[in-house]
């Protein structure tokens, strides 16, 4: 049976030291685009929606358009009538056919003022409409140019940190094969459970790295001699000893 090796504790926390600088490394990355990620990605989707609107508004107008268009034809149609009855009308052959035709002419006048009727209300509507689009167009335009002032600076930001980040994000990946499942998972979740993400600190003066609490001598002494992992009683975090802390060099 090949042989298994058993990491000594000491070896354990000097792994977790070190996927702790390492993570820590990739937060100042984070820290660094700051708001900037979800704000491009929060302005994207805004834009999308306002660009949908705008093309709803447009349709609409396009609609409306097609019913004055409708509306125009129907006026030609009861004008072209209205002249054929004004010549029936010259050539009647008694007074009760002049009344017929009289009256489909009214009819047809009717019907074209109540066509221009609806035509100038239409045009009312889509001038409401067009002020609408408008503004809708300006708001898109601004949204637009905040958007690329967001984007401009963050992709400065990945320019300049991207060799970097993907070299550390490949040491983390090497770094977290190196501890042991049930610690890592320790780990990420005290990790997690902080805004600064540390889950491992050494102790500084006496006191807790991550909370500044205040370490007995005896605890402190423990935690030099490296024989168990010891966690800070008022964190949780893990603790090591500062020279320890001090042994592990990213370079
Ligand atoms: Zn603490």
Redesign the pocket.
Same mark, same amino acid.
């Given at each position: 049976m090949a042989q298994i090796k058993e990491f000594s504790v000491e070896e354990k926390l000097a792994s977790l030291v070190r996927l702790q600088k390492i993570e820590s490394k990739l937060d100042e990355y984070k820290i660094l685009k700051g708001e900037l990620p979800m704000e491009v990605s929060d302005l994207e989707d805004e834009i999308q929606g306002l660009h949908a609107r705008q093309t709803r508004i447009e349709e609409e107008i396009n609609g409306i358009q097609e019913f004055i268009n409708q509306k125009k034809e129907a006026i030609k149609e009861a004008e072209a009538l209205i002249k054929k009855y004004d010549k029936q009308s010259q050539n009647v052959k008694n007074s009760r056919e002049f009344e017929a035709i009289n009256k489909e002419m009214e009819m047809q006048q009717l019907e074209t003022k109540l066509a221009e009727k609806h035509i100038k209300d239409a045009n009312e509507e889509i001038g409401e409409k067009v002020v609408v689009l408008e503004k809708a167009k300006k708001n898109v335009a601004a949204k637009e140019g905040v958007l690329k002032n967001k984007k401009d600076e963050l992709d400065k930001i990945i320019a300049t940190t991207e060799k970097e980040e993907r070299h550390f994000n490949k040491l983390a990946g090497d770094a977290r094969e190196k501890v042991e499942p049930r610690l890592l998972t320790s780990y990420d979740r005290i990790r997690k459970n902080y805004r600064n993400g540390l889950a491992v600190?050494p102790v500084v003066r006496d006191a @807790?790295g *991550? @909370?500044?609490?205040a370490i007995p001598p005896q605890r402190q002494s423990e935690i030099r001699q490296r024989k168990k992992i010891i966690v800070?009683e008022?964190? *949780?975090?893990i603790?090591v000893d500062d020279e320890l802390n001090n042994v592990v060099d990213l370079k």
């Amino acid at each position: 049976m090949a042989q298994i090796k058993e990491f000594s504790v000491e070896e354990k926390l000097a792994s977790l030291v070190r996927l702790q600088k390492i993570e820590s490394k990739l937060d100042e990355y984070k820290i660094l685009k700051g708001e900037l990620p979800m704000e491009v990605s929060d302005l994207e989707d805004e834009i999308q929606g306002l660009h949908a609107r705008q093309t709803r508004i447009e349709e609409e107008i396009n609609g409306i358009q097609e019913f004055i268009n409708q509306k125009k034809e129907a006026i030609k149609e009861a004008e072209a009538l209205i002249k054929k009855y004004d010549k029936q009308s010259q050539n009647v052959k008694n007074s009760r056919e002049f009344e017929a035709i009289n009256k489909e002419m009214e009819m047809q006048q009717l019907e074209t003022k109540l066509a221009e009727k609806h035509i100038k209300d239409a045009n009312e509507e889509i001038g409401e409409k067009v002020v609408v689009l408008e503004k809708a167009k300006k708001n898109v335009a601004a949204k637009e140019g905040v958007l690329k002032n967001k984007k401009d600076e963050l992709d400065k930001i990945i320019a300049t940190t991207e060799k970097e980040e993907r070299h550390f994000n490949k040491l983390a990946g090497d770094a977290r094969e190196k501890v042991e499942p049930r610690l890592l998972t320790s780990y990420d979740r005290i990790r997690k459970n902080y805004r600064n993400g540390l889950a491992v600190v050494p102790v500084v003066r006496d006191a @807790c790295g *991550g @909370c500044f609490n205040a370490i007995p001598p005896q605890r402190q002494s423990e935690i030099r001699q490296r024989k168990k992992i010891i966690v800070c009683e008022n964190c *949780g975090r893990i603790l090591v000893d500062d020279e320890l802390n001090n042994v592990v060099d990213l370079k």
